[in-house]
């Protein structure tokens, strides 16, 4: 399942290096691979089948990974299953709200401008 694409992401500071489709960084179910958090690809697969494992629907809640990944998940926590292990424990009490994303915008934002 897609629920997000390139397009989609708030952030536009990723790099987007491509991949093999066997790739574990982009295939399968999350694992101990580490997850870079500035690689487009690997975080559009990742959002995606967390997404598709929680049987999330909006993108608002996609997105929320995506916040969460960048801002929210401590930087010593590397691999996909222990990201994906502590946005399950976090996603209730996380600052990032999925009714709303408030986003600074700046011209030198890395955001994405809407």
């Known amino acids: ?44 697969y990742f959002i995606n089948k967390f997404c598709e494992t929680y049987k999330f629907k909006s993108k608002l809640q996609a997105l929320k990974i995506e916040n969460m990944i960048r801002n929210e998940v401590p930087n010593n926590i590397h691999s996909q299953e222990k990201i994906k292990k502590w946005i399950e424990d976090n996603w209730e009490i996380s600052s990032i709200k999925t009714n709303v994303i408030l986003i600074a915008i700046t011209p030198s934002s890395p955001y994405r401008k809407m």
């Open 1 to 44: 399942m897609t629920l997000i694409t390139k397009s989609d992401l708030k952030y536009n500071d990723y790099s987007w290096t491509t991949y093999s489709h066997d790739n574990p960084k982009v295939a399968g179910n999350p694992d101990s691979t580490l997850l870079n958090r500035k690689e487009g690809y690997e975080i559009v």
